[in-house]
């Protein structure tokens, strides 16, 4: 007994142009989420925000920053201090951090994140920070 191959059908002008489609619509996406650190990055402004809590927290698995502080905030949220490396200098950090007016240093991307436009629901990440002074 004889078996018949079917043969396969040439691509037709439709399937190239939704290929070509979702793989533009992929490659876009990902530049998108690639492009966030360097946008993160412009339009830097110290933003006044009250604390409330500072606590260490140790990245996960494969985390770009294995210590980290966390921040919460009455009127911004979450927010992330990446720091250092350390877990001493983290606790060491997050042990100064008393309830109170602060000052962070926020990019184009965190500082949209701490107005309520965020997707994802991150902590915003804070560039650098500092108490502020009162009389």
């Known amino acids: ?63 770009a920053t294995p210590w980290y502080v966390v921040i919460e905030t009455r009127d911004c949220g979450r927010i992330t201090y990446r720091v250092g490396t350390s877990q001493e200098k983290v606790e060491g950090i997050a042990a100064n951090i008393t309830p109170g007016a602060y000052e962070f240093k926020f990019g184009r991307l965190a500082q949209k994140k701490i107005a309520g436009h965020n997707p994802f629901d991150n902590a915003a990440d804070a560039k650098d920070m500092r108490p502020i002074q009162t009389p």
């Open 1 to 63: 007994m004889a078996t018949t191959r079917r043969r396969r059908k040439p691509a037709t002008r439709k399937s190239l142009l939704l290929v070509t489609a979702l793989m533009l619509a992929g490659l876009i996406f990902m530049t998108w989420i690639f492009i966030n650190p360097w946008r993160d990055a412009q339009d830097l402004t110290w933003v006044q925000c009250d604390v409330v809590d500072a606590q260490s927290q140790r990245g996960g698995r494969n985390a």
